[in-house]
């Protein structure tokens, strides 16, 4: 089973800018949906941005314009690019990936259960 691995959070003010990846532990070669959720405390896990094997992004409308996914395919790495950050993005983030294809189009509907590989997750406090 491929694992994945996050790194990259951290502590930032509101307005600043933070970069988070996920490693996978071996190259990746099947059809995938790969992406990120967080989680507020006291909140559920929300899927927030995602990409798949046919290219296709998916944002939640919270981070659209803000936030940016990449996949550097050399190195079987995600990325998310944080920008203009806000006290509400304030999470636990993690990794996940769905082997069996696409993204569906909302990523607020994903089910945590769609996804096969998950993160151990990265804190991302934003002070106001």
């Known amino acids: 089973q491929v694992h994945l691995a996050e790194s990259g959070g951290g502590s930032v003010q509101a307005g600043g800018s933070l970069t988070l990846s996920c490693a996978a532990s071996?190259?990746?070669?099947?059809?995938?949906?790969m992406g990120w959720f967080r989680q507020a405390p006291g909140a559920a896990r929300e899927g927030i941005a995602f990409y798949d094997s046919d290219g296709e992004f998916r944002y939640a409308q919270s981070v659209k314009g803000r936030f940016t996914i990449s996949k550097d395919n050399d190195r079987d790495t995600l990325h998310l690019q944080m920008n203009s950050l806000k006290f509400e993005d304030t999470a636990r983030y993690y990794c996940?990936?769905?082997?069996?294809?696409?993204?569906?189009?909302?990523?607020?509907?994903?089910?945590?259960?769609?996804?096969?590989?998950w993160g151990q997750g990265v804190q991302v406090t934003v002070s106001s």
């Open positions: 071996e190259a990746i070669r099947q059809k995938y949906c």
């Open positions: 996940a990936a769905d082997w069996s294809g696409y993204c569906a189009l909302n990523p607020k509907e994903y089910e945590l259960d769609w996804f096969h590989s």
